[in-house]
């Protein structure tokens, strides 16, 4: 008997653990469940840090969360504060920030702009030495009347044999310049090139093999439950492109593969992070959306796995997991 009730003692002790397994290894979006819209992430050390677009009522003067798993996120600080924050333009917000490690310092680039100043907005940058910052202000690289493009917003940084190219645009076609050597600045004589068309913004480029992955936004993002926002990708065998989609059309066309939508449980999917690889070498992608019918929420963070198919990325369904199997760090 008494051998009985030790193996039934057991067996529930196996069975408790186990769903306690299962409750560990799995995730329920949003991983962030307020307004957290058009984030940025970086790995430093043991930790991802994630940015996102600012939140003035909050003092949140772009809000850094700290998260060891891509899950369990944690509010530590913001990169500026009331006193700090850059100013370039008049009445600007600090919207959809790109973080990167270039030559030993944190660079955090920014968009400022006022909703519909399409010709004044612009991209600035900031350094700190820790990814918690504090970050200072390097000032403002261009504005759109500046440059000639209009609505220059939305950054992007990325490295190629040594040089240093930023990415931008919103709605008024995507394109990239060279940088100088610290990333603080334009390469002296640089000009802007056009590489995508103008049903885009939020652009963000993955390498991954023999391709570069463009992956933007499409569609309307900020309107709660009748938002359209829609993750898209197109691919190119160059950075500089041109990008196509499955059928080789280009994007320059705004031709383009989708890959995130809406479903019944969550809207305005767009704006991606860069994305992480977990140690079993999955991919994934963080990005905003609302929760239908809770959208005083603002645009929440949401985590999806991203998987490959014959050299196209997807994930399932092409639309938000409620809940998913946590990434293994």
């Not at 490690?101 to 100043?117: C, E, P, R, T």
């Not at 500046?146 to 990415?167: A, C, M, R, T």
């Not at 992956?215 to 492109?241: I, K, M």
């Not at 019918?293 to 369904?317: A, F, H, I, N, S």
């Amino acid at each position: 008997m008494k051998k009985i009730l030790l193996l039934l003692l057991t067996l529930v002790a196996v069975c408790c653990n186990s769903q306690k397994v299962t409750e560990k290894r799995e995730y329920i979006n949003p991983v962030i469940g307020v307004d957290t819209p058009d984030p940025t992430v970086i790995k430093a050390g043991d930790f991802f840090y994630l940015y996102s677009t600012e939140n003035q009522q909050q003092e949140h003067y772009i809000p850094i969360y700290k998260s060891k798993d891509l899950v369990e996120w944690e509010y530590i600080s913001s990169a500026f504060t009331r006193e700090t924050r850059p100013d370039f333009e008049p009445d600007g917000g600090l919207w959809a920030p790109s973080i990167n490690f270039i030559n030993g310092k944190y660079v955090l680039y920014y968009a400022m702009s006022v909703w519909g100043g399409e010709w004044t907005c612009g991209i600035g940058c900031a350094t700190a030495t820790r990814p918690e910052g504090p970050f200072t202000d390097q000032g403002k690289l261009f504005c759109s009347n500046e440059i000639g493009v209009q609505n220059s917003i939305d950054p992007f940084y990325i490295e190629e044999n040594g040089k240093h190219y930023l990415f931008w645009g919103s709605f008024r076609g995507i394109y990239y310049i060279e940088l100088n050597k610290d990333g603080l600045g334009i390469k002296e004589g640089a000009e802007p090139v056009l590489v995508a068309g103008t049903a885009y913004e939020a652009v963000l480029i993955h390498k991954k093999e023999n391709y570069y992955y463009l992956l933007a936004s499409w569609g309307s993002c900020c309107s709660g439950d009748q938002s359209t926002y829609t993750t898209v990708v197109g691919r190119s065998e160059s950075l500089f492109g041109s990008y196509v989609n499955k059928e080789g059309k280009s994007m320059l066309d705004n031709q383009h593969e989708i890959l995130i939508e809406s479903n019944n449980f969550f809207v305005g999917t767009g704006h991606n992070a860069e994305i992480m690889t977990d140690r079993e070498g999955n991919d994934w992608i963080l990005y905003h959306a609302y929760i239908r019918g809770e959208t005083e929420k603002g645009r929440v963070l949401m985590l999806d796995r991203l998987k490959w198919e014959e050299g196209w990325p997807y994930v399932e369904t092409n639309s938000p997991a409620l809940q998913a199997p946590t990434p293994v760090f």
